[in-house]
């Protein structure tokens, strides 16, 4: 054997008892690991990683970010016993769909839309409520246009999503100029197509909401022509599937008393928050601050007030005929979940 091949030799020797002292070591440390696993588990310490795997998830839904920048921003996303997974939706009528098919646990819905959901038979609860001041729920055209009252809209199109509170304004809108829905022309768009459509002249008028009604305003594409004041009653929800009440109510419950706390320190923190929320949902600072300022959301507990409101509203759309059949509203609120005083 020659010296090179006996140093070889040598030195993948010393390389194999390295390996064999490197898998004592490791198996060792294994079964200190587990030994040291089951005396916690049995004492109920597990290991953070463990624990962390325990931890509920709440399935958020979202739409354009609204409810999760109020939250990151009041500072109410610390110091959770459990995690968020957050989806977000461009509107109410995609949140729906994914409440019903199970994807998202909870999310904000406004009234109409909340109805169109239950009516088809979505497993869903509201479980927290809100009112704002309607006016940016709205009919919009284009800023140059010469009407001037819902009367004009007698033959017009207009864009706006089905079942949504663009909808409903839409509807509400005809009715107060003495119109039917057949006077006019709606199409069913969603909002990026519907702001295209209105832009270009594909169609007359578009209902939508905030913050789309700010950002077509203060980028100077729409006007207001007839606001939801008067027309709509500013209540918007926060729905749970029947699942999820079923498993993380404790959850909710604390999910819902965050939102609430943080509407009160958004409005106590204009400057910030306004600038912050531009930023989280991408929007510009003034139409940011504009949909904000105006909307003067307010939590407030479910009462008989509250499901009377929503009657009508059910009521409304059963007699324009997007309702087959009445609904009682009052099966589909779950007025377990007081706010905090």
């Known amino acids: 054997m020659s010296m090179m091949t006996r140093r070889m030799a040598r030195q993948m020797a010393r390389q194999t008892e390295t390996a064999k002292q490197d898998m004592t070591a490791s198996r060792r440390r294994f079964l200190r690991y587990g030994v040291a696993a089951g005396a916690a588990a049995a004492s109920g310490a597990l290991p953070f990683a463990a624990r962390a795997q325990a931890r509920p998830v709440l399935k958020a839904g979202d739409q354009k970010g609204g409810l999760r920048a109020l939250l990151e921003n009041a500072g109410e996303l610390k110091n959770l016993s459990y995690d968020i997974q957050w989806t977000e939706f461009p509107a109410a009528a995609p949140l729906a769909e994914a409440l019903n098919a199970g994807a998202v646990d909870s999310g904000p819905i406004g009234d109409a839309p909340a109805i169109f959901a239950l009516a088809a038979g979505t497993p869903i609860k509201i479980i927290g409520a809100n009112r704002s001041d309607p006016f940016g729920t709205a009919v919009l055209v284009r ?3 010469p009407w001037k009252s819902a009367a004009d ?10 079942g949504s509170i663009g909808h409903f304004v839409t509807l509400k809108a005809l009715e107060s100029a003495g119109l039917k829905p057949e006077d006019a022309n709606i199409r069913f768009l969603p909002p990026a197509d519907a702001k295209l459509a209105l832009v270009n002249g594909s169609i007359d008028a578009w209902a939508t909401w ?4 700010a950002l077509a305003e203060t980028s100077g594409h729409a006007r207001v022509l007839v606001s939801g004041r008067g027309l709509w009653s500013g209540l918007s929800y926060l729905a749970a599937t029947d699942s999820a009440l079923a498993t993380k109510r404790e959850v909710l419950r604390d999910f819902l008393q965050r939102a609430a706390r943080a509407q009160v320190w958004s409005y106590q923190h204009v400057d910030s928050y306004s600038a912050a ?9 003034e139409a940011a601050r504009l949909q904000f300022e105006r909307r003067r959301t307010q939590w407030r507990n479910i009462d008989a007030a509250l499901i009377a409101e929503q009657q009508r509203t059910a009521d409304f759309y059963l007699k324009a005929g997007l309702l087959k059949q009445r609904l009682d509203v009052r099966t589909t609120f779950d007025t377990g979940f007081p706010l905090a005083a």
């Not at 809209?153 to 089905?162: A, H, P, S, V």
């Not at 905030?210 to 009604?213: A, I, L, M, R």
């Open 153 to 162: 809209l007698r033959g017009k199109n207009i864009g706006t999503n089905r």
């Open 143 to 145: 800023a140059d246009s």
């Open 277 to 285: 929320l531009a930023r989280i949902i991408g929007i510009p600072p």
């Open 210 to 213: 905030e913050p789309y009604t």
